[in-house]
């Protein structure tokens, strides 16, 4: 798999569009995550993180409204 590899910070001015998935796409598709991969999940409607702490498992972020 092809992937944008940056050392250092990267700035973005406008928007980016990260990947979505169900739980079944995201298995049959991501076959290999590592550590601190983000998807959105369009089947929970959460964005979801790619953890490695053991247990080896996609995890949610918290969705709480942001503070204002």
């Known amino acids: 798999r ?3 590899r940056a050392t250092g910070g990267v700035y973005i001015t406008e928007w980016i ?3 979505n998935y169900s739980d079944t796409e995201r298995d049959a598709e991501i076959t290999a995550p ?3 991969m983000i998807i959105y999940n369009s089947q929970h409607h959460e964005w979801q ?3 490695e ?3 080896n498992r996609w995890v ?3 969705t ?3 503070s204002t």
């Open 53 to 55: 702490d053991g247990n």
């Open 34 to 36: 590592e550590q601190g």
């Open 2 to 4: 092809e992937a944008l």
């Open 17 to 19: 569009n990260i990947g």
């Open 49 to 51: 993180g790619y953890v």
């Open 64 to 66: 709480s409204a942001v």
């Open 60 to 62: 949610k972020f918290n």
